[in-house]
């Protein structure tokens, strides 16, 4: 419980005292009227209140990601305690500030037109690309999970139901953003959260009466079928430490936010919260089943799903259930939405298409939902690992951006430099030797990880050097 204490406190921390670093390393200048309300439209361009920005946002990059994967993450033992600590403040929370703040600054362009400024045109047109994969994968895996779930519960075809969540899919995706979306987003936000307070309560109420125990740090690797902790434990646990999808969803609320300084609240918090969403359902699926092998075994069970549903109900009762339900079905659901949402600002941006007439934002996105309906017939398993891996790699294409933006403008590049520097050797580690990526050995995969992160390491400080002389 030490340890569990401790790196809560060191995420709340982080947020007041390296959030405020990162913000002053950053600059913001609130005199600059915000896109929200300079290029207000009424669809995607709608001023919010910081607050309501913060929920849907949390939302938004949520979803199941800081629940099934830090359960997974758990199965690692309680190492992934520090993973989920330091990577959400000096690394996750970082990336959603830049990708956040940078798409402010530059009118709440989507993440692949902040790339190309920085990176050039040909990585532009690669992130266009790598990013609507991305969202489509994303929307696809958020609409066959919470289908395969209510038909469980109810009785009824996931076909019905993978129907009726690709028609709610369109309304949010065409409807402007404060119809659906800034209604409902913040209810389920905050249920997600009282589901969160509820579980460290009853943890802490088994520690204290000894029905449950919580397992202290240790380093060692307790996974049970031996994974290794490098890079499958930085991959495993995505959303609850750094996730590219983020910065994917990041613009939609650059261009609600009404000045730039309540950036840190709704980018650099929501991140940290989710952190801490992560941190509070890794200690409890660790001290619920008191060792990563029964961990494991319920997964194999059942999948996330069914264990996140286990676990609320025993250790809240019909009210866990309830909240069990709004986790394990309405979060992923209002995550997909928002992956369609971006893929259509993200084509529109790329392409220029007007998006004021509803046809035109119909023309967009029903191409988007026919390729979903394909990918549904895709075994769920395979769509999840590329999805991990990808989102990883557009994080750390995303903190290399960041790393030019901060070196062009003089400005402390470091915060972002060292964070993509670990991040690639993860995502090139994982897709040389994961089964679904090339199937070396750890030994030759880290090494080729380690050399490519070092080369574009030298790469930078070279051109940094150049570019300042």
């Known amino acids: 419980m030490i340890t569990f204490l401790g790196c809560l406190a060191f995420l709340i921390a982080g947020y007041f005292l390296y959030g405020a670093y990162v913000q002053k390393t950053v600059g913001v200048d609130d005199s600059v009227p915000a896109p929200s309300e300079r290029l207000a439209d009424g669809i995607d361009y709608v001023p919010m209140p910081w607050y309501k920005a913060f929920l849907i946002q949390f939302l938004n990059i949520a979803g199941t990601g800081p629940v099934f994967g830090a359960i997974l993450g758990a199965m690692f033992g309680p ?5 989920i600590t330091f990577g959400t403040v000096f690394a996750g929370a970082v990336h959603d500030y830049m990708s956040g703040v940078l798409s402010m ?16 045109k040909n990585m532009r ?13 994303v929307g696809t895996v958020f609409v066959s999970s919470p289908a395969a779930l209510l038909s469980n519960m109810t009785d009824v075809s996931s076909l019905w139901w993978t129907g ?6 369109v309304v949010a995706t065409v409807l402007p953003i404060d119809k659906v979306i800034g209604r409902i987003y913040p209810l389920f936000g905050a249920a997600l959260l009282i589901m969160a307070i509820g579980i460290t309560g009853a943890i802490s109420v088994g520690e204290l009466t000894g029905k449950m125990h919580l397992t202290e740090l240790t380093l060692s690797n307790l996974h049970p079928q031996g994974l290794d902790i490098f890079p499958f434990l930085f991959v495993t646990v995505a959303c609850g430490a750094i996730s590219g999808f983020h910065a994917t969803q990041s613009p939609m609320m650059a261009r609600c936010v009404r000045k730039e300084g309540e950036c840190r ?14 941190l509070i359902w890794c200690a409890a699926a660790i001290a619920f089943f008191g060792d990563t092998v029964s961990i494991g075994e319920a997964v194999a069970d059942g999948g996330p799903a069914t264990v996140v549903n286990r676990m609320s109900k025993g250790l809240l009762g019909t009210f866990g259930s309830v909240l069990a339900v709004l986790g394990v079905v309405a979060c992923p659901i209002t995550s997909g939405d928002t992956a369609f949402r971006s893929a ?15 046809v035109q934002r119909f023309a967009v996105a029903v191409p988007l939902f026919a390729v979903c309906i394909v990918l549904t ?11 991990a891996w990808s989102n990883q790699t557009l994080a750390t294409i995303f903190l290399w951006t960041s790393s030019v933006c901060l070196a062009n403008s003089k400005k402390n590049y470091w915060i972002t ?3 993509a520097v670990f991040m690639t050797s993860v995502v090139v580690s994982y897709i040389i030797q994961a089964p679904e990526g090339l199937g070396f050995g750890s030994l030759p995969a880290n090494c080729i990880a380690v050399a490519s992160a070092s080369v574009l390491f030298v790469l930078f400080l070279w051109r940094n050097k150049e570019h300042c002389s």
Do not use: C
């Not at 017939?377 to 999805?387: S, T």
């Open 417 to 419: 430099l060292l964070p």
């Open 377 to 387: 017939m895709v075994n769920f398993d395979v769509l999840w690992r590329y999805f």
């Open 105 to 120: 600054k530059h009118d709440g362009i989507s993440v692949s037109e902040i790339v190309g400024k920085y990176l050039g």
């Open 79 to 83: 190492v992934a305690f520090l993973w």
């Open 164 to 169: 009726i969540i690709i028609v709610y899919y």
């Open 125 to 137: 047109t690669v992130m266009r690309v790598f990013s609507v994969i991305l969202l489509v994968l």
């Open 344 to 358: 259509r600002l993200t084509i529109s941006d790329a392409f220029g298409i007007p998006q004021a007439k509803l």
């Open 265 to 278: 609240r709704v980018f650099f918090g929501a991140m940290v919260v989710e952190g801490i969403v992560a």
